[in-house]
Protein backbone atom coordinates (compact mmCIF):
# COMPACT_ATOMS: atom_id res chain seq x y z
CA UNK A 1 0.00 0.00 0.00
CA UNK A 2 3.17 2.18 -0.23
CA UNK A 3 1.87 4.03 -3.42
CA UNK A 4 -1.40 4.10 -2.05
CA UNK A 5 0.01 5.95 1.21
CA UNK A 6 2.22 8.40 -0.38
CA UNK A 7 -0.50 9.12 -2.94
CA UNK A 8 -3.02 10.09 -0.53
CA UNK A 9 -0.46 12.19 1.19
CA UNK A 10 0.65 14.31 -1.64
CA UNK A 11 -3.35 14.71 -2.08
CA UNK A 12 -3.55 16.13 1.25
CA UNK A 13 -0.52 18.24 1.23
CA UNK A 14 -2.77 20.85 -0.29
CA UNK A 15 -4.81 23.27 1.72
CA UNK A 16 -7.55 23.32 -0.23
CA UNK A 17 -8.10 19.68 0.33
CA UNK A 18 -7.80 20.22 4.15
CA UNK A 19 -10.63 22.85 3.73
CA UNK A 20 -12.84 20.47 2.27
CA UNK A 21 -12.09 17.46 4.46
CA UNK A 22 -12.71 19.47 7.52
CA UNK A 23 -16.06 21.60 6.01
CA UNK A 24 -17.36 18.62 4.29
CA UNK A 25 -16.71 15.72 6.84
CA UNK A 26 -15.90 16.91 10.25
CA UNK A 27 -19.81 17.43 10.97
CA UNK A 28 -19.48 20.22 14.01
CA UNK A 29 -20.51 23.52 14.85
CA UNK A 30 -17.02 24.90 15.79
CA UNK A 31 -15.67 24.09 12.05
CA UNK A 32 -17.80 27.05 10.74
CA UNK A 33 -15.92 30.05 13.18
CA UNK A 34 -12.35 28.52 11.48
CA UNK A 35 -10.45 30.94 9.58
CA UNK A 36 -9.61 29.09 6.43
CA UNK A 37 -7.35 31.89 4.83
CA UNK A 38 -5.05 31.12 7.74
CA UNK A 39 -4.20 27.61 7.03
CA UNK A 40 -1.21 26.30 6.92
CA UNK A 41 0.68 22.92 7.25
CA UNK A 42 3.22 22.55 9.39
CA UNK A 43 6.84 22.48 8.40
CA UNK A 44 9.33 19.74 9.21
CA UNK A 45 11.34 21.62 11.00
CA UNK A 46 8.66 22.98 13.58
CA UNK A 47 7.93 19.12 14.92
CA UNK A 48 10.58 16.86 16.58
CA UNK A 49 12.37 14.13 15.05
CA UNK A 50 9.44 12.15 16.89
CA UNK A 51 6.53 12.90 14.93
CA UNK A 52 8.90 13.08 11.42
CA UNK A 53 8.98 9.56 11.51
CA UNK A 54 5.47 9.54 11.12
CA UNK A 55 5.62 9.76 7.39
CA UNK A 56 1.81 9.26 6.71
CA UNK A 57 0.98 12.16 9.14
CA UNK A 58 0.21 15.36 8.77
CA UNK A 59 0.14 18.65 11.19
CA UNK A 60 -2.34 21.31 9.65
CA UNK A 61 -2.73 24.86 11.74
CA UNK A 62 -5.33 28.17 11.44
CA UNK A 63 -7.04 30.26 13.58
CA UNK A 64 -10.68 30.70 14.19
CA UNK A 65 -12.34 33.83 12.52
CA UNK A 66 -11.68 37.02 14.37
CA UNK A 67 -8.81 36.03 16.73
CA UNK A 68 -5.34 36.93 15.69
CA UNK A 69 -3.50 35.30 18.58
CA UNK A 70 -3.65 31.11 19.11
CA UNK A 71 -3.76 28.16 16.93
CA UNK A 72 -5.77 25.74 16.74
CA UNK A 73 -3.94 22.52 15.16
CA UNK A 74 -5.08 19.47 12.89
CA UNK A 75 -3.62 16.19 13.70
CA UNK A 76 -4.74 14.45 10.39
CA UNK A 77 -3.42 10.85 10.30
CA UNK A 78 -3.47 8.25 7.34
CA UNK A 79 -4.68 4.91 8.33
CA UNK A 80 -4.39 2.42 5.39
CA UNK A 81 -4.12 -0.36 7.60
CA UNK A 82 -7.01 -3.57 6.90
CA UNK A 83 -7.15 -4.10 10.42
CA UNK A 84 -8.14 -1.45 13.13
CA UNK A 85 -6.32 -0.70 15.61
CA UNK A 86 -7.72 -1.31 19.08
CA UNK A 87 -5.89 1.43 21.11
CA UNK A 88 -5.37 4.10 18.48
CA UNK A 89 -6.57 6.20 21.43
CA UNK A 90 -3.31 5.48 22.64
CA UNK A 91 -1.74 6.42 20.16
CA UNK A 92 -2.68 9.47 18.81
CA UNK A 93 -2.29 10.74 23.04
CA UNK A 94 1.19 10.12 22.31
CA UNK A 95 1.49 11.67 19.28
CA UNK A 96 -0.35 14.59 20.20
CA UNK A 97 1.76 15.05 23.75
CA UNK A 98 4.93 15.27 21.27
CA UNK A 99 2.94 17.72 19.27
CA UNK A 100 2.35 20.01 22.29
CA UNK A 101 5.88 19.52 23.97
CA UNK A 102 7.24 20.44 20.89
CA UNK A 103 5.25 24.00 21.15
CA UNK A 104 6.92 24.04 24.29
CA UNK A 105 10.17 23.31 23.47
CA UNK A 106 9.70 25.98 21.09
CA UNK A 107 8.55 28.85 23.55
CA UNK A 108 5.38 28.98 20.58
CA UNK A 109 3.07 28.62 24.00
CA UNK A 110 3.67 30.21 27.45
CA UNK A 111 1.65 29.52 30.52
CA UNK A 112 0.55 32.80 29.94
CA UNK A 113 -0.99 31.87 26.39
CA UNK A 114 -1.75 28.17 27.60
CA UNK A 115 -2.23 25.09 24.82
CA UNK A 116 -3.26 24.99 22.03
CA UNK A 117 -6.54 22.79 20.73
CA UNK A 118 -5.83 20.28 18.82
CA UNK A 119 -7.85 18.00 16.96
CA UNK A 120 -7.05 14.01 15.89
CA UNK A 121 -8.48 13.14 12.98
CA UNK A 122 -7.80 9.54 11.71
CA UNK A 123 -8.58 9.02 7.57
CA UNK A 124 -9.06 5.16 7.33
CA UNK A 125 -9.77 3.44 4.10
CA UNK A 126 -9.97 -0.22 5.03
CA UNK A 127 -12.17 -2.76 4.10
CA UNK A 128 -12.84 -3.67 7.90
CA UNK A 129 -15.78 -1.64 10.45
CA UNK A 130 -13.70 0.43 12.33
CA UNK A 131 -14.62 -0.68 16.00
CA UNK A 132 -11.82 0.45 17.58
CA UNK A 133 -13.27 2.98 20.45
CA UNK A 134 -12.94 6.85 19.39
CA UNK A 135 -12.33 7.88 23.45
CA UNK A 136 -9.32 6.96 25.62
CA UNK A 137 -11.08 6.91 28.99
CA UNK A 138 -13.10 3.81 27.62
CA UNK A 139 -10.17 1.63 27.31
CA UNK A 140 -9.27 2.04 30.75
CA UNK A 141 -11.44 -1.18 32.82
CA UNK A 142 -10.40 -1.18 36.62
CA UNK A 143 -10.85 1.65 38.19
CA UNK A 144 -11.47 2.07 41.77
CA UNK A 145 -14.84 4.37 42.14
CA UNK A 146 -14.04 7.69 42.72
CA UNK A 147 -10.56 7.71 40.85
CA UNK A 148 -11.84 8.68 37.46
CA UNK A 149 -11.05 11.70 37.56
CA UNK A 150 -7.47 10.47 37.39
CA UNK A 151 -8.20 8.62 33.49
CA UNK A 152 -6.60 11.10 30.89
CA UNK A 153 -9.42 12.39 27.98
CA UNK A 154 -8.79 12.55 24.99
CA UNK A 155 -11.10 11.83 21.72
CA UNK A 156 -10.86 11.71 18.28
CA UNK A 157 -12.53 12.24 14.75
CA UNK A 158 -12.78 9.24 12.07
CA UNK A 159 -13.51 9.59 8.60
CA UNK A 160 -14.28 6.06 7.91
CA UNK A 161 -14.62 5.71 3.77
CA UNK A 162 -15.74 2.66 2.82
CA UNK A 163 -18.91 3.54 5.73
CA UNK A 164 -20.25 7.06 4.34
CA UNK A 165 -23.34 7.05 3.01
CA UNK A 166 -24.12 8.35 -0.86
CA UNK A 167 -26.19 11.35 0.93
CA UNK A 168 -22.85 12.00 3.24
CA UNK A 169 -21.04 12.27 -0.02
CA UNK A 170 -23.07 14.15 -2.35
CA UNK A 171 -21.30 17.52 -1.44
CA UNK A 172 -21.08 19.23 -4.81
CA UNK A 173 -17.53 21.06 -5.20
CA UNK A 174 -15.67 19.05 -2.39
CA UNK A 175 -12.95 16.98 -3.99
CA UNK A 176 -12.65 15.19 -1.32
CA UNK A 177 -16.05 13.95 -1.79
CA UNK A 178 -14.35 13.21 -5.19
CA UNK A 179 -11.94 11.49 -3.79
CA UNK A 180 -14.03 8.92 -1.51
CA UNK A 181 -16.50 8.34 -4.43
CA UNK A 182 -13.74 7.13 -6.91
CA UNK A 183 -11.68 5.33 -4.15
CA UNK A 184 -15.07 3.27 -3.18
CA UNK A 185 -16.55 2.83 -6.53
CA UNK A 186 -17.22 0.20 -8.83
CA UNK A 187 -15.14 -0.20 -11.99
CA UNK A 188 -18.40 0.84 -14.37
CA UNK A 189 -18.80 4.14 -12.36
CA UNK A 190 -15.27 4.83 -12.57
CA UNK A 191 -15.42 7.42 -15.86
CA UNK A 192 -18.61 9.01 -15.02
CA UNK A 193 -16.56 10.30 -11.53
CA UNK A 194 -13.61 11.28 -13.42
CA UNK A 195 -14.72 13.19 -15.56
CA UNK A 196 -17.08 15.21 -12.89
CA UNK A 197 -13.31 15.41 -10.83
CA UNK A 198 -11.92 17.31 -14.05
CA UNK A 199 -14.67 19.51 -14.19
CA UNK A 200 -13.72 20.49 -10.58
CA UNK A 201 -10.28 21.21 -11.40
CA UNK A 202 -10.08 22.67 -15.24
CA UNK A 203 -6.80 23.33 -16.82
CA UNK A 204 -5.33 26.67 -15.80
CA UNK A 205 -6.94 26.35 -12.09
CA UNK A 206 -5.00 24.52 -9.18
CA UNK A 207 -2.07 23.32 -11.60
CA UNK A 208 -0.32 21.54 -8.59
CA UNK A 209 -3.56 19.85 -7.32
CA UNK A 210 -4.92 18.92 -10.89
CA UNK A 211 -1.15 17.11 -11.04
CA UNK A 212 -1.57 15.20 -7.95
CA UNK A 213 -4.98 14.11 -8.99
CA UNK A 214 -3.89 12.54 -12.20
CA UNK A 215 -0.73 11.16 -10.21
CA UNK A 216 -3.11 9.72 -7.76
CA UNK A 217 -5.32 8.85 -11.02
CA UNK A 218 -2.60 6.66 -12.44
CA UNK A 219 -2.09 4.78 -9.23
CA UNK A 220 -5.07 3.76 -8.75
CA UNK A 221 -5.95 2.55 -12.31
CA UNK A 222 -2.49 0.65 -12.29
CA UNK A 223 -3.62 -0.96 -9.18
CA UNK A 224 -7.13 -1.82 -10.73
CA UNK A 225 -5.42 -3.27 -13.70
CA UNK A 226 -1.54 -4.17 -13.56
CA UNK A 227 -0.55 -4.43 -16.97
CA UNK A 228 -2.76 -1.84 -18.76
CA UNK A 229 -0.55 0.59 -20.88
CA UNK A 230 -2.07 3.69 -19.80
CA UNK A 231 -0.07 7.12 -21.60
CA UNK A 232 1.83 8.69 -18.92
CA UNK A 233 1.15 12.01 -20.87
CA UNK A 234 -2.24 11.52 -20.34
CA UNK A 235 -4.03 14.42 -18.66
CA UNK A 236 -7.03 14.65 -16.48
CA UNK A 237 -9.90 15.60 -18.72
CA UNK A 238 -8.22 12.22 -20.68
CA UNK A 239 -8.57 10.03 -18.00
CA UNK A 240 -12.08 8.75 -18.10
CA UNK A 241 -11.23 7.21 -22.01
CA UNK A 242 -8.19 5.60 -20.17
CA UNK A 243 -10.65 3.97 -17.49
CA UNK A 244 -13.19 2.56 -20.33
CA UNK A 245 -10.34 0.13 -20.41
CA UNK A 246 -11.22 -1.27 -17.27
CA UNK A 247 -14.74 -1.52 -18.24
CA UNK A 248 -14.05 -3.50 -21.36
CA UNK A 249 -11.28 -5.48 -19.43
CA UNK A 250 -13.66 -6.41 -16.65
CA UNK A 251 -17.18 -6.55 -19.12
CA UNK A 252 -14.62 -9.33 -21.21
CA UNK A 253 -13.29 -11.42 -17.95
CA UNK A 254 -17.31 -11.94 -16.50
CA UNK A 255 -17.77 -13.19 -20.42
CA UNK A 256 -15.18 -15.29 -20.23
CA UNK A 257 -15.98 -17.10 -17.04
CA UNK A 258 -19.47 -17.22 -17.98
CA UNK A 259 -18.34 -18.97 -21.80
CA UNK A 260 -16.36 -21.53 -19.41
CA UNK A 261 -18.96 -22.27 -16.68
CA UNK A 262 -21.45 -22.89 -20.02
CA UNK A 263 -19.24 -25.84 -21.19
CA UNK A 264 -18.77 -27.36 -18.24
CA UNK A 265 -22.53 -27.35 -18.03
CA UNK A 266 -25.36 -25.96 -15.80
CA UNK A 267 -24.72 -24.19 -12.96
CA UNK A 268 -21.94 -25.92 -11.34
CA UNK A 269 -19.95 -25.57 -14.24
CA UNK A 270 -20.75 -22.08 -14.47
CA UNK A 271 -19.64 -21.78 -10.48
CA UNK A 272 -16.43 -23.65 -11.60
CA UNK A 273 -15.66 -20.96 -14.44
CA UNK A 274 -16.06 -17.94 -11.75
CA UNK A 275 -13.53 -19.82 -9.50
CA UNK A 276 -11.39 -19.75 -12.19
CA UNK A 277 -11.67 -15.97 -13.19
CA UNK A 278 -11.27 -15.17 -10.15
CA UNK A 279 -7.90 -17.35 -10.14
CA UNK A 280 -7.02 -15.23 -12.51
CA UNK A 281 -7.79 -12.00 -11.68
CA UNK A 282 -6.14 -12.53 -8.28
CA UNK A 283 -3.00 -13.86 -10.17
CA UNK A 284 -2.81 -10.77 -12.38
CA UNK A 285 -3.37 -7.95 -9.85
CA UNK A 286 -1.16 -9.59 -6.73
CA UNK A 287 0.85 -12.42 -8.84
CA UNK A 288 1.65 -16.17 -7.98
CA UNK A 289 -1.33 -17.09 -4.84
CA UNK A 290 -0.31 -19.12 -2.17
CA UNK A 291 -1.63 -22.05 -1.58
CA UNK A 292 -3.59 -20.97 1.07
CA UNK A 293 -5.21 -18.73 -1.15
CA UNK A 294 -5.65 -20.69 -3.65
CA UNK A 295 -7.37 -23.32 -1.64
CA UNK A 296 -10.07 -21.17 -0.34
CA UNK A 297 -11.27 -19.94 -3.61
CA UNK A 298 -11.39 -23.58 -4.95
CA UNK A 299 -13.72 -24.10 -1.81
CA UNK A 300 -15.78 -21.84 -2.53
CA UNK A 301 -19.08 -23.15 -3.45
CA UNK A 302 -21.64 -20.07 -3.56
CA UNK A 303 -22.03 -18.34 -6.55
CA UNK A 304 -23.23 -15.21 -4.90
CA UNK A 305 -19.75 -15.00 -2.82
CA UNK A 306 -17.56 -15.58 -5.75
CA UNK A 307 -19.79 -12.75 -7.59
CA UNK A 308 -19.19 -10.59 -4.57
CA UNK A 309 -15.25 -11.60 -4.43
CA UNK A 310 -14.71 -10.58 -8.10
CA UNK A 311 -16.52 -7.24 -8.03
CA UNK A 312 -14.01 -6.23 -4.23
CA UNK A 313 -10.93 -8.02 -6.04
CA UNK A 314 -10.53 -5.22 -8.59
CA UNK A 315 -10.34 -2.53 -5.46
CA UNK A 316 -9.10 -4.25 -2.79
CA UNK A 317 -5.00 -3.42 -2.11
CA UNK A 318 -4.38 -6.97 -0.71
CA UNK A 319 -5.79 -10.45 -0.35
CA UNK A 320 -5.88 -9.98 3.21
CA UNK A 321 -8.26 -7.14 2.62
CA UNK A 322 -10.32 -9.73 0.61
CA UNK A 323 -9.89 -12.54 3.52
CA UNK A 324 -7.63 -15.01 1.92
CA UNK A 325 -4.34 -13.66 3.24
Request: contains cysteine; charged residues 30%; neutral net charge.
Amino acid sequence: MADHDSGYKLLFSHKRMVEELLRGFVRESWVSSLDFSSLQKVSNSFVSDDLRERHSDMIWRLRSRGRKRGWFYVYLLLEFQSTPDPFMAVRLLGYVALLLSELIRSEDVTPATGLPTVLPLVLYNGRRPWNAPLDLASLFRAVPPGAEHLVPQLSYLLVEENRLRPEELALPGNRVASLFQLETCTPRDLPRLTSELAALLPPGREERLRRAFTEWLFRLLHRLLPGATIPETAKLEEMPMIEETILEWWNGAREEGRLEGETKGRREGEIAGMRQMLLKLLTKRFGRLPQKARRRVEALASARELEALLGRALMAGSLEELGLG
